[in-house]
């Protein structure tokens, strides 16, 4: 099943790019982050529906002000994900994504979110309750089946939480609290099999670790060639390979790699060195949407 543009539902209509507003101060919210505080609290998304989230922490405070993150690769999920698909949500955090596919792809497809970490679960939980057609995989994905050490930073910087040192400035990372705990993991192969699954759509933020999620899903881009999408920046993080490397795994499973202007499709030629930012990867195979 493809992509498809035409099969952009109601959410279309209403995401408008970012307003800045005065909620909550930028100097109070930041000192209650490094603090490790987070509680959860209730928003809506851009179109309409109820979501929990945990204040300070970032993506929330987007949410809050917004209703949405990612301005752009929410505009193009919202012009190609069509109803019926499955979508696999690796690093699900909190749920936004979550959300957002389960509302596009509708009763008829599948969402799967996977998430380790027991704080951020407990608010992806609450906001896959409100979706039928989701369900929530306490685990990492990984190159195999295994135990991981993982590093949580508490629910105020839970979008850092990872298998690796996280990704922030050296001296925010001694700023914050931090604790090693044993976590499940699974290669995307391994759970697809199992449960017979045939993805559509994989959306990969992996906090460092999408060299280990792509090495697990060798299998799924050649069985079932989904769409990818696969969030980059190189930030110097010890054992982690760089983005070029990882464009270049990808490319080499004969996808086409994609940057986003607006949602829009824009072709993206490889480069040594990446700041933040999403990629987008369909199979040669496949026209681009």
């Not at 543009?5 to 970012?18: C, E, I, M, S, V």
């Not at 809506?44 to 993150?69: H, K, Y």
């Amino acid at each position: 099943m493809e992509l498809d543009r035409r099969a952009a539902p109601g959410p279309a209509r209403r995401l408008r790019h970012p307003i800045r507003t005065t909620f909550p101060t930028t100097g109070s919210l930041r000192a209650r982050r490094h603090r490790g505080v987070g509680r959860p609290s209730t928003t809506r998304t851009f179109w309409g529906q109820p979501m929990t989230i945990a204040l300070p922490e970032e993506v929330s405070i987007a949410l809050r002000r917004n209703g949405f993150v990612d301005y752009d690769l929410t505009a193009y999920l919202l012009g190609h994900l069509r109803p019926g698909a499955t979508v696999l949500d690796v690093g699900a955090h909190i749920g936004y994504y979550t959300l957002l596919t389960s509302a596009l792809v509708g009763p008829t497809g599948t969402v799967v979110a996977f998430e380790p970490t027991p704080s951020t679960l407990s608010v992806l939980r609450r906001n896959a309750a409100r979706c039928l057609n989701t369900t929530v995989v306490a685990a990492a994905v990984w190159s195999a089946q295994t135990e991981l050490a993982f590093q949580d930073h508490g629910l105020g910087y839970s979008a850092y939480n990872s298998a690796f040192e996280a990704r922030l400035p050296g001296a925010v990372r001694e700023r914050i609290p931090t604790e090693s705990l044993a976590v499940r993991a699974v290669a995307l192969d391994d759970h697809v099999r199992e449960h017979r699954l045939a993805p559509d759509f994989v959306k990969i933020d992996a906090e460092s670790a999408e060299a280990h999620v792509l090495a697990g899903m060798c299998g799924v881009l050649a069985e079932h060639r989904p769409v990818l999408s696969l969030e980059v920046g190189d930030l110097d993080v010890a054992g982690v390979p760089s983005s070029r490397e990882l464009v270049d795994q990808v490319v080499a499973a004969s996808y086409r790699p994609w940057e986003l202007r607006r949602g829009e499709l824009v072709p993206h030629v490889p480069r040594d060195a990446y700041e933040y930012q999403n990629l987008i990867f369909t199979p040669t195979d496949r026209r681009k949407d």
